[in-house]
């Protein structure tokens, strides 16, 4: 018997499924019916919103290179968020107390705001040891939407080190470890379980947050959905925009979920 | 080193522009967070009262509006609510316009998204109340709602304080998103006194500070109001 | 002993939760003015029988009575209300409300729930304040309390709601030994002064001491249920043996 109750979360799942069925059946109906030409240029586009090309092949931007975008941007907040966590938990007043007016600037600067001046602050291109380093669009996007996101990773990794209870400093020197060792060897290992549901959280934002990248002029989706709707008439836009919104959705929510799931089960031990 | 120019702040007419966008903005981030902090606390009390389907509904809203970009919602409202059929004919000239204007589309955007996040926060807000003070409550006689407005209510709002300073400064910052939109706020005066003046870097310098000092305002507030409410001799959290 | 003049009658209690029964089938009489001790390995279903016996746990199976009040027939908070009146309860936890001040938290419950006069209830607390000896901590709140001293502020708590019986699930558990002691003095004035108790214990001294009668429970049964000098020197069950033999 008691494989037929259907519980609370059981009945909330069975909701939503049917709720997404019924957006999925009110597309088939509303393309059978009047507007299946709508969809149809939505269609004949779609290579385009997520490669850049019209074939799907090479890959130019789009969706995909929203996608690009926000790994590489991840990666480069996650080295320079590091920099920055420790440089505000050093104990020299001098490393820490730019570091923490940094990382609250960074916070409370707007994205786009932070976007557009990183891309007038970067010059096309820049010597460096000899060398000309370019800064195209895509790098300068890189670099705007890492820098928030770095300030956030920092204060990640300060609040998981804070975490770690103080009995351990103690007791790593007490061993006779130094400074250095015990981060590496005590604290970060420690850490790191607290860190990385915290670093996944930050992601989503991010890649919600590319969506802005279309300010430098970069052929995200955005940039070319502004130059699609140019050549398209106005109803077929709302099609247009719902596509691209649940272009993300899929994408996001996953990630988001198991950041989620994974803050949960850390939340319950105590380090 | 950079060489900026400042010399056209001195126009008054650059002045008054900034000033507007600076009033607009504050006019958009209070009501746009107003209205979602309200749809927090209806989405929250939604789920308290454990009924599936409103629970299922709740939660997808949530998740759409916290899944896709803010920037996109607006322009989404912008472009397209008024092709659904949104439109209201003007008895001045007899032609059709859009019902709702830029500075209306921003608002309700920015409230629904905020109002998502905002639901979430206070949610678990109310899920880390511990479950023993609720006890607690129910064995002095408390019933339903007296439990809620004298206990719970009072409670999770202090421990929700620091997610909800989260949520209205994020709220606050993504206001520069509606310039996109053409409605006059801070950064749309950015760009229009850039345009004049080619000065973008000194433009875009000054007004990332504007936006830095007013959330830091704000974040500073907050965190008056965290100190205010306190739990006397508990630090942060229960 | 005879069930009528019990103030307290339980019959055949069952509760589970999940799969896991925690209880199956307490039987048990209090008279009033009696000191009754629980004592039991741990996940026995000590404090689950206290939380039955207010209703903060409804029952699957049996039968309870609080004085004229049938407790497993009462389905709502609102119901139980004057039920709540006659029976309070101090927690391992303590549970005060963190947002408001010692002697708030004592007048908070009579005011809102009961109605009663303000005035009246502040004299009220204060005097209870005395009794449990931190009349100069009122105006502290909780976090500002040491844990002894936050478990003395919930039994004048519970007093203030001027019951019949107390029921105190685990109260000294969570406590420093050095204030534990302070505990059980206020709780020893109580029972002296000849209120209705019921106590989840780890403290078999205490329990020995206070206690008219003390019940072990073990896997959801009451294994033997005897005065305190006869179940702690001459227990008659092996299980009660066994777990004396582990504590003492």
């Given at each position: 018997m008691a494989g037929f109750v259907l519980h609370y979360d059981d009945k909330k799942r069975a909701v939503q499924l049917l709720i997404t069925l019924g957006v999925v059946v009110w597309i088939a109906v509303d393309a059978a019916t009047g507007g299946s030409a709508y969809w149809t240029r939505v269609l004949v586009r779609l290579p385009l919103l997520l490669t850049g090309s019209a074939t799907g092949w090479p890959v130019t931007g789009g969706f995909v290179l929203n996608i690009l975008l926000s790994i590489a941007s991840m990666a480069l907040a996650t080295a320079l968020g590091t920099i920055m966590g420790l440089g505000t938990l050093a104990r020299v007043g001098l490393i820490r107390v730019p570091n923490l007016l940094l990382v609250n600037f960074l916070r409370n600067s707007p994205w786009l705001v932070l976007l557009f001046a990183t891309l007038y602050f970067l010059p096309f291109e820049m010597r460096i040891f000899g060398t000309i380093v370019p800064f195209p669009p895509f790098v300068k996007a890189v670099i705007g939407l890492a820098l928030p996101t770095a300030a956030n990773f920092s204060e990640v990794i300060r609040g998981a080190v804070q975490s770690v209870h103080s009995g351990q400093w103690e007791a790593a020197r007490s061993l006779g470890y130094n400074t250095f060792q015990i981060y590496r060897h005590v604290i970060m290992q420690q850490a790191m379980r607290r860190m990385i549901p915290g670093w996944m959280n930050l992601y989503a934002p991010l890649m919600i947050a590319t969506a802005l990248a279309t300010v430098t002029g970069i052929q995200d989706v955005l940039t070319i959905l502004n130059t699609l709707l140019a050549m398209e008439n106005e109803r077929v836009i709302v099609y247009f925009y719902l596509t691209i919104l649940f272009l993300f959705i899929p994408y996001c929510y996953p990630i988001a979920a198991i950041a989620r799931r994974l803050e949960r089960a850390v939340k319950g031990d105590s380090l | 080193m950079l060489g900026l120019d400042y010399s056209w702040l001195a126009d008054p007419a650059y002045q008054r522009w900034l000033l507007i966008g600076v009033v607009n903005t504050l006019k958009l981030a209070a009501l746009s967070s107003s209205a979602a902090i309200l749809i927090g606390m209806l989405g929250a009390l939604g789920f308290t009262l454990r009924i599936f389907w409103l629970d299922a509904l709740i939660e997808l809203f949530v998740e759409v509006f916290r899944n896709t970009p803010p920037l996109l919602q607006m322009l989404f409202a912008y472009f397209t609510l008024s092709t659904l059929g949104l439109r209201v004919t003007d008895?001045?000239?007899g032609l059709s316009v859009p019902l709702l204007s830029a500075f209306a589309c921003a608002a309700i955007s920015l409230s629904l998204f905020g109002g998502a996040l905002a639901i979430e926060a206070f949610r678990s807000g109310i899920e880390t109340m511990p479950r023993s003070i609720v006890d607690a409550a129910r064995s002095l006689g408390y019933g339903r709602w007296a439990r809620f407005w004298r206990i719970e209510a009072p409670i999770a709002t202090r421990i929700c304080l620091p997610g909800l300073t989260n949520i209205l400064t994020n709220l606050f910052k993504t206001t520069s998103q509606a310039s996109v939109i053409t409605v006059p706020e801070l950064m749309y005066y950015a760009g229009q006194i850039y345009n004049d003046t080619f000065r973008t870097l000194e433009v875009m310098i000054l007004v990332l500070l504007i936006y830095v000092a007013l959330v830091s305002i704000l974040t500073l507030a907050m965190a008056r109001l965290e100190a205010f409410m306190a739990f006397p001799g508990y630090g942060r959290g229960l | 002993m005879s069930r009528i003049e019990a103030l307290i009658e339980l019959d055949n209690v069952r509760k589970s939760f999940g799969d896991f029964e925690v209880l199956k089938g307490i039987s048990m009489f209090v008279q009033k003015g009696e000191a009754v001790c629980i004592i039991g390995p741990s996940g026995s279903g000590k404090s689950t029988i206290l939380r039955c016996i207010n209703g903060l746990f409804p029952i699957d199976e049996g039968f309870i009575r609080v004085g004229t009040h049938r407790v497993h027939e009462l389905k709502s908070d609102k119901a139980m209300r004057s039920l709540r009146h006659q029976v309070a309860m101090v927690f391992q936890q303590y549970n005060l409300f963190p947002h408001r001040t010692a002697l708030q938290n004592i007048m908070m419950a009579p005011i809102q729930?009961?109605?009663?006069d303000r005035a009246e209830v502040e004299e009220r607390a204060r005097k209870l304040l005395k009794k449990v000896r931190l009349s100069e901590k009122a105006d502290s709140y909780p976090g500002q309390l040491s844990g002894g001293q936050q478990q003395r502020v919930a039994i004048a708590r519970a007093l203030a709601m001027q019951p019949e019986v107390i029921l105190f699930d685990e109260?000294?558990?969570?406590?420093?030994p050095e204030t534990v002691k302070d505990v059980l003095f206020a709780i020893r004035e109580l029972v002296e002064e000849g209120l209705t108790c019921i106590l989840v214990t780890h403290e078999m001294k205490f329990a020995r001491e206070v206690s008219q009668r003390v019940c072990f429970t073990d896997h959801g049964l009451i294994v033997e249920s005897a005065p305190p000098a006869e179940l702690f020197d001459?227990?008659?069950?092996p299980r009660t043996r066994e777990f004396l033999g582990q504590v003492l």
């Open positions: - | 008895p001045s000239t | 729930v009961l109605g009663h109260v000294t558990a969570a406590l420093d001459n227990p008659q069950d």
